[in-house]
């Protein structure tokens, strides 16, 4: 199968162009073994000539064991399935930015005569890399399929994908190049890992009398990593050396709160802050993370989860009779934390109820509740990203 595709969004100038072939290769042996191999080879106008065409393949199979032979008897179970699939999968999405093949210079004023508009000079705001090329994602699944009592089916699939050359600013670049970092050229070094699994759980029974009743659970959970960023790695006296490598896509690094100052005398007692802010009575207290005796930026952690949640749950849940049926719908998140900020902390969430019961001197004295640091009405020492405000 071949296609073509051209597509314009609001406010572009030039269209998108797609192009590529795909095709698809099945076999299936009585019912019982089943093999598929799949392949495209697309190309696109983001990168230069040569690298404008990815091939992408991939196979699965699968073999349904409750159709063998020996299976016949077991009555109560109506599907039991093993299947497994690789394949790898392109992105040639790579930002806002279009074209990153080409320089981006242009003329600019100034000059030895800029009132005459003579001389003007030239700008090379972006330095283009002819080799960019197709992010590419290996994925490898595993699953099962299980069905009973033809009411009560079961899916388990496990997953492991790690996506190679992702498009990053390079961070190793030393500055006596003389590029700056916005200039800098983009480059496919980047690499993450994606493991985890999916469970569903669906329920369905039909009575006599028209009724009938049904229930899904999901549950699923997925963990990324950075293994690769190009990233500068900071000097050993820093208690955690990289910010990326590592870590989760989207961690929160911050300084790690225990509790607040209750006098000055123990401010006088504790580690120096060196952030730029002292702290007063009241203020949070931050932990010396790498024991040198002075709070600074050598502490920052990381903190709570990342922005991207770890795990995804749901639940649906309904009841039908006689052509009129009700149902409901659940679903969260967990494994993630955010920052309090913005109009939600002030509407939404009501986070004025904190703020009634901030640190005083007269509350602390009397050990009444304190859920906020003391107020200011300028900026504190509280007032940097650390584990209080992360929820």
Known sequence: MGQQEQRIRPGDRLPFNLRGISSRL??????????????????????????????????????????????????????????????????????????????DIQRAGGGYSPSLGVGATISESYIGNPNIKWEIADKVNLGLELGLFRQLNLTVDVFSEKRSNVLISRGMVPMITGIAEGVRPPANMGIVENKGYEIELKYNKRFANSLSIF??????????????????????DYAYRYRQTGYPIGQHFGYVADGFFGSQEEIDQYAPYAIGRNPRPGDLKYVDVNNDGVINDRDIAPIGHSMVPTYTYGAALGISYKGFSVSALFQGVAGVSMYLSDIGVYETYDFRARMLQAWTPERHASGAEILYPALSTGLSSSNTNNSFYLE
């Open 215 to 236: 229930s899904n659970l999901n549950f699923n959970r997925a963990a990324n990593k950075v293994v690769f960023m190009d990233e500068p790695m900071l000097s050993d």
């Open 26 to 103: 099945t076999y299936g042996y009585k019912n019982l073994y089943f093999a598929e191999f799949n392949a495209g080879y697309n190309g696109s106008e983001q990168f230069a000539k040569g690298q404008r065409y990815g091939f992408f393949p991939s196979v699965s199979g699968s073999w349904v064991i409750s159709s063998e032979r020996f299976m016949q008897d077991v009555h109560f179970m109506d599907l039991l399935k093993l299947r497994a699939s690789y394949g790898q999968v392109g992105n040639d999405r790579l930002g806002s930015k279009r074209f990153l093949y080409l320089d």
